[in-house]
């Protein structure tokens, strides 16, 4: 009774429960079995006249559900719940359950606790005991002994063999709740269950199903082949066979001891029955007053479940059924966060004429909640390159979408060209109103192909390692400045000059660190793990052949799995970011000087015919020569010299004109009777997009036309 009690004490949230029987002669209840409750509430329910006014004794008297608000003078605020447990002519006996509060159980609990009843009557129907012999002491007669709780007629005549099967059963019980008390998923559930339940049964295999829409599917199995599961249980409708109502919708156990007597009393679902099982335990899967699902356990040679084992695998299920419907509502948050993070990263990185990218992320294994690590790449003027890295500090929904926050104020702050310093200043501020406690690591990386020069910002992250040409790796000396939220302007900014082509490797500290390893070490199996996969894949030489795009892909796999492995259950997420430099060649770009007069335009407009004509792009000519026209004379009339005219060649054609000062260009409305006012009305419509990027000394104002087919294919 006792397996039983802590069942229906769990299902239900009760403080504890008592369980009594009656006496020989119709005196009154004497207490079998407790839990949960301290001994000053079991001593004075320890025997119960028959003419109380108590929830026990009215519900042997009614036989029926009796619930009473004041449960026990001694646990206040708390009500109590009694049920009767059915016989063949009467109730055997009486469960009673004192719960957290005052409120009635709804329905479905208490037709949990009806069927809790149901079980524990069949399993006294088959032990076919007599009442025990009672005093029949009335009044305030004292009873001999002390306590009027006479021998358990339900013990084992051999009491040290039951004190120990008990003890047994108390030590399964703990230590399954324990261990489920510790699995966060479905699947760490399911590990639990074999390692805590099968092997004391004797059993060979497991398998849950869960109840989705009417059709039974599995979650988690073990000792059984895919393929077997796939065509014999996999989508099983719920309400289409005997053995199912039994389980689902009457929450009854079903045991089948042998082959023959499975096909014997579900003929229909032979199929069902793996030809390497010959006995199972069919235990229904229900919490929250809801059935949900099937535990099956099955066993290799046949067997005849005693009545000990019954009672204890129904206790057993109980306690699995609490557990997984905690891990299927991890599960389904864990997945939905995942998403939202998911959702929030890049779905895939440009494709840009300077810099090649590939990134793996990895989120935090089952049982951690989700990160806040994110990467990026984004194009900027004249075929320049933002790399981004960031690391929000904790774990949740709420710091998943501050990544999601911080990324897109990262992209609109470098869509306005805005320099590292600057853009980290405003971050800074950001982050600070987020909360005292929040901080985030980033690495912004500007990098321009033209000059080979990558000006790096870090706030709390660590740098990149360079890979050369030649295979050497170095991790470059950067000093990082405070995370963003801990840190206070003015923000370092440092400068290195890359090889003509090179591989930067980003990443975040959760890729590196584990239980058994700090930083440091982290770092230099990264260094020892880039340095196999440049091996592996030869990584240059391919890349140079054109290969760049999926031989980077390839690399940043194998660093990945090179370093997570082996990696126990990661508590952080993680992100691998890799960029393949490359450089403008000189014969793409061209520069002049410009004059600082009226004849400035004219003579733009002659070097860029000259100039595309050099490049085979005549039919570039006309726009370009407006574009550049509009550009410098929009200089000579609202800025200051010195002025200079740059051409870029690449994917697109990018027109930059240079001058001294910090002016923001803008377009205005210009009324029918202007003579000026729509110079950058026409650089807009002739180009795909423009903009203004300033410089210390002064501005760039540029344009960038796209290609034609033609002109493309003559590059």
């Known amino acids: 009774m006792t397996p039983a009690l802590q069942q229906a004490t769990a299902e239900v949230g009760a403080l504890g429960g008592v369980v009594h029987l009656p006496c020989e002669t119709p005196d009154g209840l004497y207490l079998v079995a407790s839990s949960g409750l301290p001994n000053k509430v079991t001593d004075e329910w320890a025997y119960l006249a028959i003419d109380r006014d108590l929830v026990p004794v009215r519900a042997m008297r009614e036989g029926v559900l009796c619930w009473s608000e004041d449960g026990s003078p001694r646990i206040e605020n708390h009500g109590a719940v009694a049920v009767p447990v059915p016989g063949s002519e009467r109730p055997l006996g009486v469960l009673t359950l004192f719960l957290s509060d005052d409120r009635k159980p709804d329905a479905s609990g208490c037709s949990f606790l009806t069927a809790v009843a149901g079980w524990s009557g069949q399993w006294l129907g088959q032990r076919t005991v007599d009442p025990a012999p009672c005093r029949g002491a009335t009044g305030r007669e004292p009873v001999a002994g002390g306590r009027a709780v006479p021998a358990d007629p339900l013990e084992a005549a051999d009491a040290t063999g039951s004190r120990g099967s008990a003890a047994r059963q108390t030590a399964r019980m703990a230590e399954l709740t324990t261990a489920l008390a510790e699995a966060f998923s479905t699947r760490d559930v399911v590990g639990v269950v074999a390692d805590h339940v099968l092997p004391p049964f004797g059993a060979d295999g497991l398998v849950i199903e869960a109840n989705e829409n009417g059709r039974l599917h599995v979650v988690g199995s073990v000792g059984y082949a895919e393929e077997f599961l796939e065509d014999r249980l996999e989508g099983l409708p719920t309400d289409a066979n005997v053995l199912m109502t039994d389980v689902l919708r009457r929450r009854r156990p079903v045991f089948v001891e042998s082959t023959a007597d499975f096909v014997r009393r579900y003929p229909e679902l032979r199929r069902m029955a793996h030809p390497d099982k010959n006995s199972w335990a069919f235990l229904p899967l229900s919490a929250s007053g809801q059935e949900f699902g099937c535990c099956v356990i099955s066993f290799a040679l046949p067997r005849t479940f005693t009545d000990e084992e019954r009672t204890l695998l129904t206790a057993l299920s109980g306690l699995m059924a609490q557990a997984l419907e905690r891990a299927r509502l991890y599960d389904a948050e864990h997945s939905r966060a995942q998403s939202l993070q998911r959702g929030l990263l890049p779905r895939s990185l440009p494709r840009l004429p300077a810099v090649t990218a590939a990134a793996s992320y990895l989120p935090a294994s089952e049982g951690a909640a989700v990160g806040g690590d994110w990467y990026d790449l984004i194009p900027l003027s004249a075929d320049r390159v933002a790399m981004v890295v960031g690391d929000v500090m904790g774990h949740g929904i709420a710091e998943a979408a501050t990544m999601g926050r911080l990324r897109t104020a990262v992209h609109t702050l470098a869509d306005l060209e805005m320099p590292p310093d600057e853009m980290f200043g405003h971050l800074n501020d950001l982050v600070k109103e987020l909360g005292d406690d929040s901080y985030i690591t980033c690495l912004y990386a500007v990098y321009d192909p033209v000059s080979r020069i990558c000006t790096f910002c870090l706030a709390g992250h660590p740098p990149p390692v360079v890979v050369h040409p030649d295979g050497t790796l170095h991790r470059p000396a950067l000093v990082a400045n405070p995370p963003l939220g801990a840190a206070e302007p003015p923000f370092d900014i440092q400068e290195l000059r890359l090889p003509e082509q090179c591989v930067l490797v980003f990443y975040t500290d959760g890729l590196l660190r584990s239980f058994d390893r700090d930083a440091d070490e982290g770092v230099a199996l990264l260094v020892s793990a880039v340095a196999d996969a440049l091996e592996e894949t030869s990584y240059f030489s391919r890349a140079c052949d054109g290969d760049g795009g999926a031989c980077l892909g390839r690399l940043c796999d194998l660093i990945t799995t090179e370093l997570t492995h082996d990696r126990p259950r990661a508590v952080d997420d993680a992100?691998?970011?890799?960029?393949?430099?490359?450089?403008?060649?000189?014969?793409?770009?061209?520069?002049?000087?410009?004059?600082?007069?009226?004849?400035?335009?004219?003579?733009?407009?002659?070097?860029?015919?000259?100039?595309?004509?050099?490049?085979?792009?005549?039919?570039?000519?006309?726009?370009?020569?407006?574009?550049?026209?509009?550009?410098?004379?929009?200089?000579?009339?609202?800025?200051?010299?010195?002025?200079?005219?740059?051409?870029?060649?690449?994917?697109?054609?990018?027109?930059?004109?240079?001058?001294?000062?910090?002016?923001?260009?803008?377009?205005?409305?210009?009324?029918?009777?202007?003579?000026?006012?729509?110079g950058l009305h026409l650089v807009s419509a002739l180009s795909r997009r423009w903009g203004t990027r300033y410089l210390e000394d002064g501005k760039c104002i540029w344009a960038e036309q796209e290609l034609t087919p033609d002109s493309a294919h003559r590059i």
């Open 575 to 678: 992100a691998l970011f890799l960029a393949h430099t490359r450089v403008t060649a000189p014969d793409d770009v061209a520069s002049w000087a410009l004059t600082e007069s009226p004849t400035a335009a004219a003579e733009s407009r002659e070097l860029v015919r000259r100039q595309l004509a050099r490049w085979r792009l005549n039919d570039l000519e006309p726009t370009t020569e407006i574009v550049v026209s509009e550009l410098v004379g929009n200089a000579i009339r609202h800025a200051k010299g010195p002025l200079r005219l740059r051409l870029l060649r690449s994917g697109s054609l990018i027109c930059e004109v240079y001058d001294g000062s910090l002016t923001t260009p803008r377009i205005r409305r210009a009324t029918q009777m202007d003579e000026g006012g729509r």
